[in-house]
Structure formats: C-alpha cells, structure tokens
Nanobody, 124 residues
Framework: QVQLIESGGRLVQAGGSLRLSCAVSGRTVSIYSMAWFRQAPQKEREFVAA????????EYADSMRGRFTISRDNARNTVDLQMNNLKPEDTATYYC?????????????????WGQGTQVTVSS
C-alpha cells in the first residue's frame, strides 16, 4: 500500500515563497510519475505540476510555470514543490499524487494514489 504525506503548507504573504514536500512510503517512489494538484474552496481540483519517474520531464499549469518548480529525490522517496512569488489566488489545499502511467500525466483521474493535502493560504 502506497502512502503519500504532504507537509509545508502554511500562511504566507503575497510575494512570498513556500516549499511543499511529499513523502512516499510503501513502495519506492521511482516507479511512479508524481504530480501536485490543488483545490480551492468551491472550485474543482486543478493540475499544478508533474514530474516523470526519473525527473527528466516536467509539466506545469500555465499559471504556475515560471513561479513553481517540481523536483524529486528518489533516494529519499520525496517529491517537492517550490512555490515562489505566491499570489492570493494560489490559496488552496495542495495534494501530492502518484501514477504508474508512463509518460507522466496531468489528469487527476489517472493518478491512483493521493495524499491528504496540505493547506496553503496566501494573504494579500
């Protein structure tokens, strides 16, 4: 059984930075493509960023490209999301997700495993 545990979410001012981390247990993370999604209140879950199994490929949502960076450390079984220049509209619960699909996918329905989420709140 794969477990994903996110951490790092907190209250931050607009323009600030946060680094979210996702710890993977149960299976080695290198067999999964990984992604971050987010969901704001009364909104649908949306794709944020994804990274391939060995980290050679990444994808970003247009509104996050250039501000967010996804990375992974397969030796430590972790996947991180560095978020810079945060905006109030980035306020959401951020979820880590894993998929066995190759290549990586940006579709939530194609991710089998999900964490419980970590709350990011950006104040203006």
């Amino acid at each position: 059984q794969v477990q994903l545990i996110e951490s790092g979410g907190r209250l931050v001012q607009a323009g600030g930075s946060l680094r979210l981390s996702c710890a993977v247990s149960g299976r080695t993370v290198s067999i999964y493509s990984m992604a971050w999604f987010r969901q704001a209140p009364q909104k649908e879950r949306e794709f944020v960023a994804a990274i391939s199994r060995l980290g050679g490929s990444t994808e970003y949502a247009d509104s996050m490209r250039g501000r967010f960076t996804i990375s992974r450390d397969n030796a430590r079984n972790t996947v991180d999301l560095q978020m810079n220049n945060l905006k109030p509209e980035d306020t959401a619960t951020y979820y880590c997700a894993a998929t066995g699909k190759i290549p990586l996918t940006t579709l939530a329905d194609e991710h089998r495993y999900w964490g419980q989420g970590t709350q990011v709140t950006v104040s203006s």
